[in-house]
């Protein structure tokens, strides 16, 4: 006999795509693994990108005042080579001393990711080995970048003679293509302001772009953090059950015929389990996935009619019936019918169902035409003498236009939105159309001793060994492997957010102050002739101003376009109090940047901006 293994893919693909996986069940701690490794990858990229555009802006405002000390030491007789020399020795010093400082830094960071993402202490010897060696190819590309930076300064300086270099002074220049913006400004103010802003457009667009990519990155973490989490809140059952890992059908005059039967709890297993200590309730979902509604052509109603097309493109019959598509059926036990929300009380249930259609009716009278009247449940199903079929006429007691809903206890409630055949356990199992359930969740008692809780885990574990490929999962455990992935996308995010803002402050910091330093004999010139330094402070604030609302206006506009494409749980306000958030921490940040500023500029005289540099 020959044998062959199937995936769960390759498994219904060989049934054509007719059945149903649990996907629960396959692959879920592989998919996180992957899920976390292209996060982590993800993350680290745009760090580096991020790390080498703000070292790339330091290193050219570290050397723009070169040329002068160039030409200097040309002057006391330094050759090309030598400059050459001293330029590389200034590269290996300075990665020398950030690497040193940066790997205990990089190693706290980590092990706090990992402490605040998964509540756990990093102690694996081979991850640190392998995060110190991505740290080192990583500080090679960055000692390469900087060098290039350095020898680059070098290289322009030897085309040009020592006198050159001597008198060569690093004017902030204004581009031509924003003369006009400059003309449109009649106040000194204004046109000062745009110089500012323009002298170098691309730190300008850069900077923009940077804030905008930092305010974003903290709002679209948190939009997926807080999605992906939204379906575990208000759960409160222990333990889920479910007795086979996937089923397969074939199509047999619009009826569904299972290609083996399915594997299912017995109602004796189910009961011996609900006298468990501590077991509050267990919501039990029939396995009836061959069992077919029927119902007469005159008996449709707007809304019934509704969610069948809603369903399929077309009317499905059977025997000259129409077949309403994907419904759900709930067995209650005698005992249970009073939690459930309902019109009225009824007592005699027996061979009788309920409607629960989530379809709202267009016409208060059209279920009147249901109520009194009959629906047809059927299978088709194999045996060895051939296909046979059962029936089960049902009297419809109520039709009720809501979701469906159970009162466990005061805090517990289930609701389900199906379209649901609601009826009596002993009508199923008399009608022959049930033989177990398929699915358990086990709701537990607040007031659970430790105790209870081993004998039910070792209870739950034991029902479960007896079905092979079923699924048992501790709920409250897999909430919190599942918070894992996510706080740990939140942290990145958080990370990222505050590397690329402290770059992006100390850059905006470094290139508003140098253009200062720069310009500062214009500025003494200007204080002399009686401007504040308060005006300078205001032009700085003001440049600082317009990055942080030039950029809050962009990344509004991807964020609303964002947030209305993709599906989300909650309402737009919620998101946006993390964009404002996030706007309100970057003015936090510069605003810092600005102050920095201002003390520097406070301790000089006007005397200091206007003299000369010899």
């Not at 020398?96 to 202490?121: D, G, N």
């Not at 008198?167 to 103010?189: A, D, L, P, T």
């Not at 802003?197 to 905008?212: A, D, M």
């Amino acid at each position: 006999m020959i044998t062959k293994n199937f995936y769960s893919s390759e498994l219904i693909n060989h049934y054509d795509r007719q059945g149903t996986v649990n996907s629960r069940l396959f692959n879920n701690g592989l998919n996180q693994c992957d899920t976390i490794r292209t996060l982590s990858i993800t993350f680290q990229l745009l760090i580096v990108i991020l790390s080498l555009f703000s070292i790339n802006s330091l290193i050219l405002y570290f050397t723009q005042d070169q040329h002068k000390k160039l030409g200097i030491m040309k002057s006391v007789g330094a050759s090309q080579r030598a400059l050459y020399r001293i330029y590389i020795y200034q590269a290996v010093i300075i990665f020398v001393l950030s690497a040193l400082f940066s790997f205990p830094i990089v190693y706290s960071i980590q092990s706090l990711i990992i402490h605040f993402s998964y509540r756990e202490y990093f102690s694996n010897f081979m991850l640190m080995i392998e995060m110190v060696g991505m740290s080192i190819l990583l500080y090679i590309g960055l000692f390469f970048m900087i060098l290039f930076l350095f020898l680059k300064n070098v290289k322009e300086s030897g085309t040009l003679h020592v006198q050159e270099l001597l008198n060569q002074q690093n004017r902030v220049s204004f581009s031509e293509r924003y003369k006009s913006v400059f003309k449109g400004f009649h106040s000194s103010y204004g046109k000062l302001l745009v110089k500012e802003l323009f002298s170098n457009p691309k730190q300008f667009y850069l900077t923009v772009l940077i804030l905008c990519f930092s305010s974003l990155t903290f709002t679209f973490t948190n939009y997926i953090q807080k999605d992906n989490l939204y379906g575990w809140e208000g759960l409160k059952s222990k333990y889920y059950l479910n007795s086979q890992e996937a089923f397969s059908f074939k199509t047999q005059q619009n009826l569904k015929v299972l290609s083996h039967q399915g594997l299912t709890f017995t109602e004796a297993e189910v009961k011996k389990l609900e006298k468990t200590p501590g077991v509050l309730y267990i919501d039990k979902t029939p396995f009836m996935e061959d069992v077919e509604t029927l119902i007469d052509r005159k008996m449709i109603t707007p809304s019934i009619n509704n969610w069948i097309f809603n369903e399929n493109s077309a009317y499905k019959t059977y025997n000259n019936k129409i077949i309403i598509p994907d419904v759900k059926y709930v067995l209650l036990n005698k005992d249970d019918w009073k939690n459930i929300e309902a019109p009225k009380k009824y007592k005699d249930l027996d061979g009788k169902a309920f409607i629960y259609n989530p379809v709202n009716k267009k016409n208060t009278n059209e279920d009147k035409i249901l109520v009194g009247n009959t629906l047809t449940l059927v299978r088709l199903y194999k045996t060895p003498t051939g296909m046979k079929t059962s029936q089960k006429k049902l009297k419809i007691l109520d039709v009720i236009h809501k979701p469906f809903k159970y009162r466990v206890s005061p805090s517990v409630e289930i609701k389900k939105d199906d379209f649901i055949i609601l009826m009596d356990t002993q009508t199923a199992v008399k009608s022959g159309l049930f033989h177990g359930f398929n699915e358990l969740e086990i709701y537990t008692k607040k007031d659970i001793s430790h105790k209870e809780k081993m004998n039910l885990d070792k209870q739950v574990k034991s029902l479960s060994s007896t079905f092979p490929g079923s699924l048992v999962q501790n709920t409250s455990q897999l909430i919190k492997d599942d918070n894992k992935i996510y706080n740990y996308l939140k942290v990145l995010g958080m990370l990222l957010f505050f590397v690329s803002l402290i770059l992006t402050a100390i850059s905006v910091t470094i290139m508003i102050f140098s253009k200062y330093q720069t310009q500062k004999r214009q500025w003494g010139i200007y204080l002399s002739l009686g401007m504040s330094k308060r005006n300078i402070m205001q032009l700085v604030f003001s440049e600082i101003f317009i990055y942080v609302f030039v950029s809050m206006i962009l990344s509004m506009l991807i964020c609303c376009i964002g947030l209305i494409m993709l599906p989300r749980q909650y309402p737009l306000v919620f998101y946006f109090k993390y964009f404002l958030l996030s706007i309100l921490i970057e003015i936090s940040f510069l605003i810092i940047g600005g102050y920095i500023i201002n003390r520097s500029l406070q301790r000089q005289s006007i005397a200091s901006f206007l003299r000369r540099d010899e």
